[in-house]
């Protein structure tokens, strides 16, 4: 896992921007506080900051293949962030194909797969990463993202090339960047969407997951080398519950492997106790103990208090995991002081870039990785099994599955957390918010895989998996990704390996909940892993902090922003709003959606104003 970045430009000497590229690959020292480094030549520079995983010693980048004579450029250069957990195949096969290697990295196996196969090579990686890679035969350079967009790469044309980076702020740093934000941008950030490639920076973009970008002196070319595809399912169900074990089998092992120390995250939850199970079992192979860490809060567990989406708390689930396959457990305890704390909500916005955040989850999650990272430098994670799966309610909620839109903005008007609430009925009129969140909802149905003969409650259900793989699942990739690389910590998903992906996405609904339970297959791949609670525990969300005083906390950003002149959004807050939830706090709590509203609210503004976003063609901005 690494941050890279780099530029572009058919029109200059790039070999006299040296501080420039500097200053890009510097932003991303977060995410790669091991080495740097950085490659001009011409018309191309590249730049990476590396967290060293595997082959400590070597894999130092950008990498090039060597050079064919005194004086000539390399055949190719790479920058690249991620894992390719199929590396040792891929370099046996490579060997064979009459490659000689002189690392140990998976970066040279990606970079002499190119070699053999061309553009081709995508179609036999499996792994999370984003891909920079120069052709100095063809002058061009290659971005490629993996299939389910785990590692982000954003870019940014310009009339003579191209900028790219891990994060936005590595593209910002650049001169040519503008931090600009019109209507569409607000929405995008007002609704809480992420649509593929959309970045609420204009000018801005992101590469899709599962696609390449060939940025060469006849401009920019996008093309799709993945997607997910309707198929008859035929296994029955022993089958297909014995297919879906022997996939996790086969994954978690592949994901453990590291030159660093690694832990397994727990909550206490089915996904990452299952994938905590199966890593413990690969540990103990090799006579090893797996380690296990979990977030609470100070009194949680005491004065838990339960409600629709989270029935029970984690502490006790998670030390029963621990105890049952004998992991090293650790606790981390957090208190509203340390959420609360002015620093490290800084480091959290700029960890985001952008303005998109879950409230007190985002917070808690980064303190938690900063504690992690005191013993490990990776971490398996069990995300991606809702959204695999269809363990969210909305896949089951009679309201959610009759939505004419995105399910889970639904689900959370009904709820209280409705972007418009805070705003002056002018300000969303004049985004004509609802027409496109319309719009970005037919465009998402229209990309959905059709069955022939499929039923309608199996073809809704397709629409849902697909929305929530392709639209909601990218926000939560984004967050694991953030919050894990503000500290130098790598996140590893095994449930977003792309065979898991494709195989469940065809399985129907029926058998997807045989047993009447959320995550059915699962559960019955899991079986003979967990104890008997865990195993049958309902779903319950990651903690939050249920503390009054919190919110009260919390409220004052708001009323700041709002009554702050200068404060970018405080011409379109509606006041009596901000008045109305200011009350509820002065005699209780806020809901969690509530509290998800305003905290949005807030990091939107604070969005404008750390990053100077120049709002355009906005009503009430001048």
């Known amino acids: 896992m690494c941050g890279i970045t780099g530029w572009v430009d058919y029109t200059r000497d790039l070999t006299t921007e040296s501080p420039v590229v500097d200053a890009m690959t510097d932003t991303l020292a977060a995410r ?60 046996s ?9 002189t690392t140990r990295s998976d970066t040279e196996v990606a970079l002499r797969a190119y070699l053999e196969w061309g ?22 350079l290659l971005l490629v993202r993996d299939r389910l967009g785990v590692k982000p790469l954003f870019y940014y044309p310009t009339p003579d090339g191209v900028l790219f980076g891990s994060e936005p702020k590595a593209i910002l740093a650049n001169p040519l960047a503008r931090a600009e934000a019109g209507p569409e941008e607000l929405c995008d950030a007002l609704l809480f969407l992420r649509t593929p490639g959309r970045v609420p920076f204009r000018g801005m973009r992101e590469v899709k997951p599962g696609h390449l970008l060939r940025v060469g002196r006849g401009g920019i070319a996008e093309e799709r080398y993945w997607a997910l595809e309707a198929r008859p399912h035929t296994d029955d169900l022993p089958t297909t519950v014995a297919t879906v074990r022997e996939l996790l089998d086969d994954i978690v092992p592949r994901q453990m492997v590291a030159d660093v120390p690694l832990v397994s995250l727990l909550s206490g939850g089915l996904d990452s106790s299952t994938i905590t ?86 917070v808690s999650l980064y303190l938690l990785f900063a504690a992690v990272r005191e013993h490990a430098t990776v971490a398996l994670s069990g995300e991606g099994a809702d959204e695999v799966f269809g363990g969210y309610l909305w896949f089951s909620d009679p309201v959610a599955r009759r939505a004419e839109t995105f399910p889970w903005l639904k689900l959370g008007a009904h709820r209280g957390l409705d972007p418009r609430s805070l705003f002056h009925p002018w300000f969303v009129d004049g985004l004509d918010l609802a027409e496109y ?173 750390t990053y100077q976003v120049e709002l355009t063609g906005v009503k009430g901005t001048n």
């Open 32 to 91: 790669g506080p091991d080495a740097r480094g950085t490659w001009l030549d011409t018309h191309v520079a590249l730049g990476h900051r590396r967290l060293a995983v595997i082959d400590l010693e070597h894999g130092t980048q950008p990498m090039r293949t060597p050079e064919r004579g005194p004086g000539e450029l390399p055949r190719a250069v790479i920058s690249y962030g991620g894992e390719i957990y199929n590396f040792p195949e891929l370099r």
């Open 93 to 101: 096969e490579l060997v064979l194909r009459g490659h000689r290697f």
């Open 119 to 140: 553009e081709d090579f995508v179609h036999r990686l499996n792994g999370m990463y984003s891909i920079a890679l120069w052709d100095t035969a063809r002058d061009e």
């Open 277 to 362: 199970a199966l890593a413990a079992r690969a540990r103990a192979a090799t006579g090893d103990t797996i380690s296990t860490f979990s977030v609470d809060f100070t009194g949680h567990t005491e004065n838990f208090q339960a409600d629709a989406i989270r029935p029970t708390p984690d502490g006790p689930y998670a030390r029963a995991v621990a105890e049952h396959v004998g992991s090293d457990h650790h606790a981390v305890l957090l208190d509203r002081a340390r959420l609360l704390d002015p620093a490290v909500r800084t480091s959290v916005l700029g960890a985001w870039d952008l303005p998109f955040n879950f409230a007190d989850l985002d």
């Open 437 to 609: 969140e319309a719009d970005l909802y037919r465009t998402a149905l229209a990309e959905v895989p059709r069955l022939e003969g499929e039923n309608a409650e199996d073809r809704r259900t397709r629409e849902l998996s697909h929305l929530t793989l392709t639209r909601w699942l990218p926000i939560l990739l984004d967050k694991k990704d953030r919050m894990g690389m503000a500290v130098g910590l790598e996140g590893r998903v095994p449930f977003c390996d792309h065979r898991l992906v494709e195989y469940v996405f065809n399985i129907p609904w029926a058998m997807k909940t045989f047993s009447g339970e959320e995550k059915s297959l699962l559960r019955a791949a899991a079986a003979d892993l967990l104890p008997e609670p865990v195993l049958r525990r309902k779903k319950a969300a990651y903690p939050s902090i249920q503390d009054p005083a919190y919110d009260r906390a919390l409220i004052t950003g708001l009323t700041a922003a709002a009554g702050d002149g200068s404060a970018p959004l405080s011409p379109f807050l509606a006041g009596e709003a901000v008045q109305r939830l200011t009350a509820k706090t002065s005699v209780g709590s806020l809901s969690e959606f509530e509290r998800i509203l305003v905290e949005s609210t807030v990091r939107l503004d604070d969005w404008l104003r």
